[in-house]
């Protein structure tokens, strides 16, 4: 079985720069979540859909980010404008069942930002 | 306000030793307690899932507890590897992360 895809692996760009990330969850999963890790941090759920819509998007600095899951499946993550404070990982996250948190989360490899 | 505290924040052992990480957390409501292993430029793996009802689940050399009355849970990491180095994460409920443990195994 194919795991979660994500693309870029790494990305650097100029703060005020818009960047846009790509997930490709495993067929299948309803769920799909994006999240961003700060170095030495756990992840921060910034927005999770179940098919194509939104479940919770509580912690998405909504001012700069959005996100989009068409046809309930690829989902993209956009930045614009970045700041500094925006480096870090993002993750992305697919899960079976329509949220229900006993269901594992499968995680792609990330995606690195710096933003300088 | 929902939190899962990991300690140690860093650890170093020597192949071939044991090692015990902690989580403390104090999450409402309470479902499920899940270890997650995140080695260096990947996304995290499942090891191990508990319910309300669950205090110890093995997979291999990894044995997680859960003590739901003290809200507190342990993974013990037997013989350790060169592998076995990596971040661990634990996530409570589903949602609630702990901004895990790092740990080193040296040679």
């Known amino acids: 079985e194919a795991g979660v895809a994500q693309s870029p692996r790494y990305k650097i760009i100029e703060k005020r720069q818009s960047v846009a990330f790509w997930c490709n969850p495993i067929s299948g999963h309803a769920t799909l979540y994006w999240y961003q890790q700060i170095l030495g941090q756990g992840p921060k759920l910034l927005i999770q859909f179940q098919n194509n819509g939104v479940v919770d998007d509580s912690q998405l600095p909504k001012d700069r980010f959005s996100a989009e899951r068409l046809k309930g499946v690829d989902s993209t993550l956009k930045i614009q404008p970045a700041k500094l404070e925006d480096s870090a990982v993002y993750l992305c996250?697919?899960?079976?069942?329509?949220?229900?948190?006993?269901?594992?989360?499968?995680f792609g490899p990330g995606t690195r930002l710096t933003v300088t | 306000k929902n939190q899962v505290e990991q300690s140690p924040q860093s650890l170093i052992i020597l192949e071939g030793k044991n090692c015990t990480l902690q989580?403390?957390?104090?999450?409402?409501?309470?479902?499920?307690l899940r270890w997650y292993k995140q080695d260096t430029g990947r996304g995290p793996v499942s090891l191990t899932i508990m319910t309300f009802s669950e205090n110890t689940k093995s997979n291999g050399r990894y044995t997680a507890t859960l003590d739901a009355d003290t809200k507190q849970s342990s993974l013990h990491i037997t013989a350790s590897q060169l592998s076995d180095s990596a971040s661990y994460i634990c996530?409570?409920?589903?949602?609630?992360f702990g901004r895990g443990t790092s740990l080193i195994v040296h040679p």
């Open positions: 989580c403390n957390y104090t999450v409402s409501p309470f479902s499920n």
């Open positions: 996530v409570v409920s589903g949602g609630t």
């Open positions: 996250a697919s899960s079976l069942s329509p949220g229900t948190s006993s269901y594992e989360q499968y």
